[in-house]
């Protein structure tokens, strides 16, 4: 019985999980996307956001603690150059999962992990979106009128 469990071992030694986590971050940093199973997302996203956090300060030491989880040094560039300055203002969040069919062989979840900010199709979604009218809905509907009871009576100023 595992109290207090913190993480997902997903099966692998210690070393091995380490090493997969850090190709998985170096691709998806890569690549924006990549597509992998559900857990592995998950355990991903815990590996890669701190990460990115971490790369919005650009300096020396920032650089080579990165450096020492992802083990590239390409990876390391295009982290600073390309991902950190677009995520600069964002407080957090910096990966998406999507949930895709299961896989045909062992029935496993598959899931598509990717970079918020660089899905250009949901970008473009999102602006226009802001451009149409926003409208809401508050309050109750309005109530509806009275019928006339007796149509055939003449009209009055009682009625």
Known sequence: MRHGKTFNHLGRTASHRKSMLS?????????????????????????????????????????????????????VKELFAAVAPKVGDRPGGYTRILKLANRKGDNAEMSIIELVDFNEAMLAEKSSKSTAKKTTRRGRKPAAKPAVENTDAPLTEEN
Do not use: Q
């Open 23 to 75: 190709n998985m971050a170096g691709s998806l940093i890569l690549h924006k996307r990549i597509s992998t199973t559900l857990a592995k997302a998950k355990e991903l996203r815990k590996y890669v956001e701190p990460i990115i956090s971490k790369s919005k300060e650009d300096n020396t030491h920032s650089r080579r603690t990165i450096f020492s989880y992802l083990k590239s040094k390409e990876v």
